[in-house]
């Protein structure tokens, strides 16, 4: 895994550290987050997972032969299901269990983490990662690329849910996680809508959500 590689997941997740941890997310916990059926502090610590996840899963040992990122949403059931369905509440059940531990415990975490997300990064990891939740395998590239499009779409969320303004992720993060939003948008609703909605919005759908 080339260290050019890690080095965007890095500061994507820097900058999410210095949200999660600002006073605004303390103060308002256990208030409705921007994300539907979520507190903000099960907001905040779904966002902490994405590379707790990342550093836990890296050090595992090596998955079996990886599909592609495209197949991965394609077979992942939150990205077709309703909020209400299994795959989304569950996701939701986990991250309020873990709000219920508190702001501090979660600065424990995220204080802890950040030796860890460097030393792991910049460990030779070859081969790819298994997602044990999922049942399969993706390349490390990958992987982390699925990680930094959560850190970068939650930030916003958890921004918006307590008043604060979005973080500003380096070009190096947005690229990568804008390409792979508009690929996944252009398999879902096709190229024609997309080129619509950026040029022609008389003509264009009501949405191009990726998801």
């Known amino acids: ?41 099960a907001l905040a610590r779904h966002l902490v997972s ?28 939150w990205a077709h299901t309703t909020l209400d369905d299994e795959a989304n509440a569950s996701i939701r059940r986990g991250s309020e269990d873990l709000a219920a531990e508190g702001p501090e415990a979660m600065r424990t975490v995220v204080e802890g983490l950040a030796p860890d997300v460097e030393v792991v990064l910049a460990a030779d990891r070859a081969g790819s990662v298994l997602i044990p939740w999922q049942g399969w395998s993706l390349s490390a590239e990958d992987f982390l690329l699925t990680r930094m499009m959560e850190i970068v779409v939650h930030s916003d969320d958890l921004a918006a849910s307590v008043g604060l303004a979005t973080p500003e992720f380096p070009g190096e993060v947005t690229g990568p996680v804008l390409d792979l939003l508009t690929g996944l948008a252009v398999r879902r609703h096709g190229a024609t809508a997309l080129v619509r909605t950026l040029t022609r919005p008389q003509r264009a759908p009501s949405s191009v959500t990726a998801f």
Do not use: K
């Not at 500061?11 to 605004?24: G, K, M, N, S």
């Open 1 to 41: 895994m080339d260290l050019h590689e890690t080095a965007p997941f890095a500061a994507a997740t820097r900058i999410a550290a210095d949200l999660v941890l600002r006073p605004e997310v303390e103060e308002h916990w256990t208030d409705e987050s921007a994300c539907a059926g979520m507190t903000v502090g």
């Open 50 to 77: 994405q590379w707790f996840n990342a550093v836990r899963l890296l050090q595992a040992p090596v998955g079996d032969a990886p599909i592609t990122v495209w197949e991965h949403y394609q077979r992942a059931a």
